[in-house]
C-alpha cells in the first residue's frame, strides 16, 4: 500500500520531515496553540476513510482560536476541504488520527501576552488504532490533580497549554497501575477523564456532568447523546456528578475521538456492576461503531468520505 506522509504547512503540502519550526517559538514556551483530534475511520469494503463530524471539529477549533487571539486565513470549509485533500495525497487505508494545529509562531520569547504575535495553521494525520491498549474494561483512579475552571485556563477548547494539567493526572494514574484518571473539578464534582468525557448509567438513564462541571464539551459526548436518544430511546441527564456516583453506577464509559467509547470496569479499585462492559454500554459502542465507518445512512451527514488518490490514480 502506498503512502505518503505529507503535512500541510505554511499554506501548502509539503513533506512530514519538512515541517518545522525554530525553538524561538512562543507556543513551543507557552503552549500558546490550539488543537483539535479529528479521527478517519477506515471502511474496508468502501475502500475509503470516513472522517468522523469534520465540521463540528474545525468550529471548535476556530472557537479556541478566538479566545487566544489566533488569527488564521481559513473558514470551516477551508479547513474540511484542506483536510481531505491531505487524506487524499497521504493515502493511508486505516484508522486514522488528524491534527489541526493553530499556534503562535513568531520567534519572540519575552512577549507575555497574545498581541504583537502572528500565527500559522498546520495539518498532520497518522495512523492510530485503539487508544487506550485495553483488556476488556478500563481500571480507572480519582487524579489527585483537579480539573482546571474558565477563570485559569478556558477548557471548554483544546488549547495546548492545558493539557499539562491531563499530562501530569495520566502519568499519576499510569504510574499506579491504572488505565485513565478521572478528574474532579475545584468544587469535587466530576469533571472528566484526561482526553475523554464521562458517562454513568443509573437506572436506565444515562448521566454526564454538565456544561459547568468544566469540561470539554466534547463531540462523541454530543454523538452519545444523540444516539442513545434515537436509537435507543435513552435520554441523558446533565448535571453534577459526586465522586461516590461513580461507584454505584450500574455502568460507566468514557467517550472520545481518539477513545471512542471506553467501558469502565473499576474505579479507584471498586468494581463498577460486574467489571465487565455494560449491556447500555455495549449497545452505544456497537451504534457508534457503525455510524463511524460511515455504515449508518441516518448519520452519513456526520462523515466525509475521501478516497486515497494513490489508489485511485
Ligand atoms: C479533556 C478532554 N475531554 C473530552 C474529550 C472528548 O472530546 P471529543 O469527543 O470531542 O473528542 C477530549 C478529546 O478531545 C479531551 O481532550
Given amino acids: 500500500m502506498a503512502t505518503r506522509a505529507l503535512a500541510f504547512f505554511g499554506g501548502k503540502l509539503v513533506p512530514l520531515e519538512d515541517a518545522k519550526v525554530g525553538i524561538m517559538t512562543h507556543a513551543l514556551h507557552y503552549g500558546t496553540a490550539i488543537f483539535e483530534g479529528i479521527r478517519a475511520n477506515w471502511n474496508e469494503k468502501e475502500g475509503k476513510v470516513f472522517v468522523f463530524r469534520l465540521m463540528e471539529h474545525y468550529e471548535r477549533f476556530l472557537r479556541g482560536c478566538r479566545i487566544l487571539k489566533i488569527e488564521i486565513p481559513y473558514s470551516v470549509d477551508d479547513l474540511c476541504r484542506i483536510t481531505v485533500e491531505l487524506l487524499q495525497e497521504c493515502g493511508y487505508q486505516e484508522d486514522l488520527y488528524i491534527r489541526p494545529l493553530a499556534f503562535k509562531s513568531s520567534q519572540k520569547v519575552a512577549n507575555l501576552k497574545l498581541q504583537d504575535l502572528d500565527s500559522e495553521f498546520a495539518l498532520m494525520a497518522m495512523p492510530l488504532g485503539a487508544y487506550l491498549d485495553l ?143 455494560g449491556p447500555i454500554t455495549r449497545s452505544l459502542l456497537h451504534i457508534y461503531s457503525e455510524v463511524i465507518r460511515g455504515g449508518r445512512p441516518k448519520y452519513a451527514h456526520w462523515c466525509t468520505a475521501v478516497a486515497s488518490r494513490l489508489v485511485t490514480a
Fill in 135 to 277: 483488556q476488556g474494561a478500563a481500571r480507572c483512579c480519582t487524579s489527585s490533580w483537579r480539573r482546571m475552571g474558565d477563570t485559569m485556563i478556558p477548557p471548554s477548547v483544546k488549547i495546548s497549554g492545558l493539557y499539562v494539567n491531563s499530562i501530569l493526572a495520566k502519568t499519576e494514574a499510569v504510574m499506579a497501575g491504572f488505565d485513565e484518571a478521572i478528574m474532579l473539578n475545584q468544587d469535587g464534582f466530576v469533571s472528566e477523564g484526561t482526553g475523554e468525557n464521562l458517562f454513568m448509567v443509573v437506572e436506565g438513564k444515562l448521566v454526564t456532568p454538565a456544561s459547568s462541571e468544566n469540561i470539554l464539551m466534547g463531540i462523541t459526548r454530543d454523538t452519545v447523546i444523540q444516539l442513545a436518544r434515537q436509537e435507543l430511546g435513552i435520554e441523558t441527564v446533565e448535571r453534577p456528578v459526586r465522586r461516590s456516583e461513580l461507584y454505584l453506577a450500574d455502568e460507566v464509559f468514557l467517550t472520545g475521538t481518539a477513545a471512542h467509547l471506553t467501558p469502565v470496569g473499576h474505579i479507584d479499585n471498586r468494581l463498577i456492576g460486574d467489571g465487565n462492559v
